[in-house]
């Protein structure tokens, strides 16, 4: 898919950077004296314009790895690096002004907050990278079938509703990568094609796209697919 022509971070070494990559990711939890490998030395890489399935069962890690590819979680071992740029173990300042720049974010809860409406959220968005466009706002809304709930606040969404809600929000800013947890969950199959389509068409303008999904339709969408078990990519 061809690129939309914003310039890449290069390397010391004269290779142009990805939009995002993972070395060897490990994240551990505790409880009591137990300890959970929620990431085995996970490595992976988004080329821009790409669009790459996460699949694994509940537990298997996907979330974490979300997470930690958006700066959001910080991994045990390993790092993370967007457009070139190290994102893991530094201050939540410079991680923040990376995610604001170039990652649009959806996780499976905790999107939204509830005192703004939803193109308050856009706007919101599209501020921490100094952009303003009514245009997208618009568009977007259209796109997730969220015309009429523009000025809903989320305790006023289905769940539904809310997912697209943060997915809009999440692509206000023009991010260079999507990270997104299950964005056409509890959708009718005909807003999720519009969803699709509407990917499709981010990807071929340049985007890295990653979404971690059981749902076989978006999966079909993907150019590459990754299966996750026990922390570990199974297949790429």
């Known amino acids: 898919m061809p690129t939309n022509g914003n310039s890449s971070q290069i390397r010391s070494n004269g290779v142009e950077a990805q939009p995002l990559e993972?070395?060897?990711?490990?994240?551990?939890f505790h409880s009591g004296d137990g300890?959970?490998?929620?990431?085995?030395?996970?490595?992976?890489?988004?080329?821009?314009?790409?669009?790459?399935?996460?699949?694994?069962?509940?537990?298997?890690?996907?979330?974490?790895?979300?997470?930690c590819l958006a700066g959001l979680d910080e991994p045990d071992g390993g790092h993370v690096e967007v457009m070139g740029l190290r994102l893991s173990r530094r201050p939540e300042a410079?991680?923040?002004?990376?995610?604001?720049?170039?990652?649009?974010?959806?996780?499976?809860?905790?999107?939204?907050?509830?005192?703004?409406?939803v193109e308050a959220h856009m706007r919101f968005q599209m501020s921490l990278s100094r952009q303003s466009?009514?245009?997208?706002?618009?568009?977007l809304l259209e796109v997730m079938g969220l015309g009429g709930q523009r000025r809903a606040r989320p305790s006023q969404l289905s769940g539904g509703e809310a997912?697209?809600?943060?997915?809009?929000?999440?692509?206000?800013?023009?991010?260079?990568?999507?990270l997104a947890d299950e964005p056409t969950a509890e959708v009718d199959a005909a807003t999720e094609t519009d969803i699709l389509n509407h990917l499709v068409e981010r990807c071929r303008a340049g985007v890295a796209v990653l979404i971690a999904t059981h749902s076989m339709a978006l999966a079909s969408y993907a150019d590459r697919l990754l299966?996750?078990?026990d922390g570990r990519l199974t297949h790429v």
């Open 35 to 67: 300890e959970t490998a929620a990431l085995r030395g996970v490595s992976l890489r988004l080329r821009a314009g790409e669009f790459v399935a996460l699949m694994g069962p509940s537990g298997s890690g996907k979330s974490t790895l979300l997470a």
């Open 94 to 117: 410079v991680r923040a002004a990376l995610r604001a720049r170039h990652i649009g974010i959806l996780m499976q809860s905790g999107n939204l907050f509830e005192h703004l409406t």
């Open 227 to 229: 299966g996750i078990q």
């Open 163 to 178: 997912a697209r809600a943060g997915l809009a929000v999440a692509l206000s800013s023009n991010p260079r990568v999507l």
């Open 133 to 139: 466009s009514q245009r997208t706002i618009d568009h």
């Open 22 to 28: 993972a070395f060897e990711l490990y994240r551990f």
